[in-house]
């Protein structure tokens, strides 16, 4: 078969990385863990390639003053969305 071993240490998605994805599958499922400043901006990413509109409108409401320049770099470093 072409099952093979899903833990977080094999895993990888095909966009974004594990540690996004796993931020965004705990928040559909209601867990309220506060948003890593170094996953904003891919999970951001997620939300608006998944169309998930009220965690898209929850990121863009959160302030980012005190983290202006690290969002500013995980922008120039986040994955590029493919083509559907």
């Known amino acids: 078969g072409g099952f093979v071993d899903s833990g977080?240490?094999?895993w990888q998605p095909e966009v974004g990385t594990a540690a996004a994805w796993n931020w965004?599958?705990?928040?559909?499922?209601?867990?309220?863990?506060?948003?890593?400043?170094?996953?904003?901006?891919?999970?951001?990413?997620?939300?608006d390639h998944f169309?998930?509109?009220s965690?898209?409108?929850?990121?863009?409401?959160y302030p980012v003053d005190d983290i202006a320049e690290e969002v500013v770099r995980h922008i120039l470093?986040?994955?590029?969305?493919?083509?559907?």
């Not at 705990?26 to 170094?38: K, N, Q």
């Open 8 to 10: 977080p240490s094999m």
């Open 24 to 47: 965004t599958l705990r928040w559909i499922y209601g867990y309220v863990d506060p948003l890593p400043a170094s996953q904003l901006v891919e999970v951001l990413l997620l939300a």
């Open 55 to 61: 965690l898209t409108a929850g990121i863009l409401a």
């Open 51 to 53: 169309q998930i509109d």
């Open 77 to 84: 470093e986040a994955w590029a969305c493919p083509e559907t």
